[in-house]
């Protein structure tokens, strides 16, 4: 059978047969369960595929991500202008046909093309509930540094916004949208649009100053104590500790109770373990790994519980300045 002539499933078998197990395992990381299902059913009902087959169907593939790539960075008119030229006129209709017969734009997509300065001005005297509809949907640093910037009283009140808000209507997302910019794209879904939550406001949030963090960390406790508790827990992760540097890992060793550790380090990448054994002496880190070894089973809440005790064992020694935590929003040198 010719490519063409398959239906959507039997490609997409065919292709991660072709992009092998590991890739496609990482595909299927990001699929729903019933489409996992389908896809394992229409694998598991393949022969013997042509080379011919094959390369057409990623050939295809590559042409669709090439054409949604262009769409995104700049538009319909621009696509089609490079892919004509790319692959011929009647193809590269055919691409675009079919890419925008179920294209959906995110909200604001001129605004992530946007410097962040020009957006404060647009949106600083906006509503709250506006200036965090905005960010939601920017780049985590466009939004960081925004956000930065806002005096400290509305940074607060944003970020619970932000962190508290759930779905928005098309409506209010296009009378925004017309409201801040004219040339913003009017491609909205005509479902609602999910946006914000507390992922969100953490990624923001981890783009942004440590003083401006701790304003708003300190406030949201005051007024949303299990808000701030939850962002809080997010901010900074058990696996992130591979980010911190070896005297920094060091001091928290020292902090950290050698049970708590072991007990801790029993669920841990071997990223993370690795870089702990490799900032302790070598008879300190033979007896962690037999305390380890030896451990009998444990409950997922008890480790997950442990190493949050660690974890806030870490922030405490940043709020002292002992350690320091790097941030991507932040300008610093650490000397």
Request: hydrophobic share 40%; net charge negative; glycine share 4%.
């Amino acid at each position: 059978m010719r490519a063409q002539a398959m239906g959507g499933k039997t490609k997409a078998a065919i292709l991660l047969v072709s992009l092998g197990p590991e890739n496609s395992a990482a595909v299927f990381k990001h699929l729903r369960e019933e489409e996992i299902e389908d896809l394992t059913l229409e694998i598991a009902a393949l022969r013997r595929i042509n080379p011919e087959v094959r390369d057409g169907i990623m050939e295809e593939f590559h042409d669709l991500m090439m054409a949604r790539e262009y769409l995104e960075h700049g538009g319909i008119d621009y696509a089609r202008e490079l892919l004509e030229k790319a692959l011929g006129k009647n193809k590269a209709e055919d691409i675009i046909g079919r890419l925008t017969a179920s294209l959906q734009v995110r909200p604001f997509d001129f605004a992530r093309k946007t410097d962040a300065g020009q957006l404060l001005n647009f949106i600083q005297n906006e509503h709250p509930q506006t200036i965090s509809l905005v960010l939601a949907y920017l780049h985590p640093e466009q939004a960081g540094m925004i956000l930065s910037s806002l005096p400290p009283e509305l940074q607060v009140d944003v970020a619970k916004r932000l962190a508290t808000m759930d779905r928005t209507t098309p409506e209010v997302l296009q009378e925004i949208e017309s409201t801040l910019e004219k040339r913003l794209s009017a491609f909205v879904s005509d479902d609602y649009t999910l946006a914000g939550g507390v992922d969100a406001a953490v990624d923001i949030l981890n783009m942004v100053d440590r003083s401006t963090e701790k304003v708003i960390i300190d406030s949201l406790e005051e007024e949303e104590p299990e808000l701030a508790e939850e962002i809080r827990k997010r901010m900074f992760v058990f696996e992130d500790i591979v980010t911190l540097d070896d005297r920094s890992i060091q001091k928290i060793l020292r902090e950290v109770d050698s049970k708590d550790l072991a007990l801790a380090l029993k669920t841990a990448s071997q990223e993370v373990s690795s870089r702990i054994y490799k900032n302790m002496s070598k008879r300190a880190s033979e007896m962690l790994k037999e305390d380890i070894e030896f451990m009998g089973p444990a409950r997922l809440r008890d480790i997950e519980q442990t190493q949050q005790q660690i974890v806030a064992t870490i922030r405490r020694l940043e709020d002292t300045g002992e350690i320091v935590i790097a941030r991507g929003g932040e300008d610093e040198i650490i000397v």
